[in-house]
Structures are given as structure tokens and as C-alpha cells.
């Protein structure tokens, strides 16, 4: 059963489970699928390993981001897993072009995904799986479940199955389930993009920071919006960045306009992307702003009184070219 309940971040167990029904995957396969997707996203996809775990954005021809994705290999398909808002469109223009090459592209609808989360979670998994993925070797393959380790400033695992074998594991594991919205937070104080449909194509990728967590490859060659995306980077045309921000007694959704303060008066200072509401009435929200607010600049939620504290991302913005 899942527990409705929505804690804080400062409130989580020290090991739950999450039902991921609001993320899924665009699946590549054929004898083409690497050459192909190299020449389409942001990363480097031939350097992806069965182990290895890749970030990574497809852009249009314009550089601004259709997804923002994680890529893994699983039993010769390769798996771009992201928010389902973002997939229409990025599966859309990758079968456009797919057409050209020797691959298969479809949306994911083999496998299901459950999160185990905390502190404690690799005690949990070890009491199931002999092995378990760690910061080296991110992607692992059991028998037929893949595991998936997520560095950040919490210990995260996805696990990939069918749906049946998903519901086994999640009933052995003994873990309090939440629903998926507690992934939001989640990926919000990781600083991972999440796109919702409003969003797709508005954004370059510096702009949602995968250039800070090498979803960036600036030596692989050309890929779709690969000049834009260089010209941001090595003449300093970015002037955003995306933001985690808390506030208390906020009410807030993707779409709404986040305001700073100038003088006496309130001007827009960026655009809300996504937002989870805790239970004690902390929101947590994912924000692109100027990429040099200061920190003590006054924010708000435009016409709300409540202010919004900036939260510490677990990475810097500025990082060495790949």
C-alpha cells in the first residue's frame, strides 16, 4: 500500500521505497542505436558501458532542451529514463530522424521502476541482491533486474523489471512506499531538471545545469543544437541556472512566475519548474534564475508574501570542460 504521507526532506525515513509511475523511458535498439543516438544528444554515448551510468539532454536544432534524461544500456536496448511529461515530444523528433538509421525507437513499455531510498538503503537491497551498484559501477545487472545507483547527498537506487517482478521485490524489501511525487523532492535538492510539457524546448542545457553533472560532452563532435550549446559555453552567453528553493506556507506550480525584490518593489526573476508540497506546509521548488542572484536577494512566489531561501545543490556550477 503507499503511503500518502508527504514528509519533508528533513523528515524521510532512513530507508523507504518509491512507486515511480510518473517516469518511464525512450528505449533504442538495432545495430544503429548507438551511432545514432551519438549524433542526437548532449553526452558522449560512446563511452556508455553496461555499468556505466550517463547523464544527458536532447535539444532541437536550436539547442533548447526537449529532455533531460539518464542513459543506461539494458539486454541490447538503450534507455533514456525521464519524466514522462518530456517524452512525447523528445520520441517524436528522434523517430524523425531514426528513420535514416538502423534502430528501433519506441516509448518503454516492458519495465516498470521502484526507488529504495535513505540511509539505509543499501543495507535493505543487500538483503535481496548479492550485489548492489555503488558510485564506480553505477549500473549492475541481476539475473534480470537492473539496479541503478544515483550519487547525490542521498543514497538512491532505481530498480528496472517487468511490473510483476517490480511488485515482488517492492513486497519483499518490507519498506514503506510512497507515491512518486516524493521523487520530485528528490530530484529537486539533487538539482536534477524536471521538465513538464509547458517547459520542453524553452531551455539550452546550461540553463538546467547538465553541463554540472557531465550531461554535457563539449569533445564528442557534432549532435543537434551542438553549436549553440558550445557558443554558451565558451563565449559566456548563459546567464541562468537552474535553482532548488524552499519556503514555508508557499503555494506554488510549474508555470508561476518566481519575483525578487528591487527596492520596494517586486520584478520577475525567473520561472517555477516544478514544485513539491510537504505535509508541514515546506515547499521545495525547482527554479531557473539569473546564474548570479545573490544569495541574500528577498524571493517570493509573485504576489505571495512568503519568501524563498535558496537551497545548496550537491555540485558547483562551474566545472572543468569534458
Known sequence: MINNNLP???????????????????????????????????????????????????????????????????QDKLLLLQKKDSIEQSLAELKKFGVFAKVEITQDSEHAYLAVVGEQASVK???????????????????????????????????????EAISTISSALKLPVYSSMLWDLLEITAGFPLLSTQYVGEYVPQMLNLQAIN???????????????????YLGKNKRALFALEGIDVVAKAGDIIEKKLGDNWRKAGDVLAVYQADNKHSYIQGVLANDIDESTELRIKSQDATLTILALPYKLNTDLD
Open 8 to 74: 519533508s526532506y528533513t523528515e524521510l525515513p532512513s530507508a523507504f521505497a518509491i512507486t515511480l509511475d510518473n517516469i518511464s523511458a525512450i528505449t533504442l535498439s538495432g545495430e544503429e542505436q548507438v551511432k545514432y543516438l551519438q549524433g542526437q544528444v548532449t553526452c558522449d554515448v560512446d563511452k556508455l558501458t553496461d555499468e556505466k551510468l550517463l547523464n544527458g539532454a536532447h535539444c532541437n536544432a536550436k539547442g533548447k532542451v526537449f529532455s533531460a534524461f539518464r542513459l543506461l544500456a539494458r
Open 125 to 163: 537491497l543487500t538483503e535481496l541482491f548479492q550485489q548492489i551498484p555503488d558510485a564506480l559501477t553505477p549500473v549492475i545487472q541481476v539475473n534480470d533486474t537492473t539496479l541503478v545507483y544515483l550519487a547525490g547527498n542521498i543514497s538512491r537506487y532505481l530498480i528496472i523489471d517487468n511490473s
Open 215 to 233: 550531461g554535457i560532452s563539449f569533445t564528442k563532435g557534432c549532435y543537434l543544437g551542438q553549436e549553440t550549446v558550445a557558443r554558451m559555453q
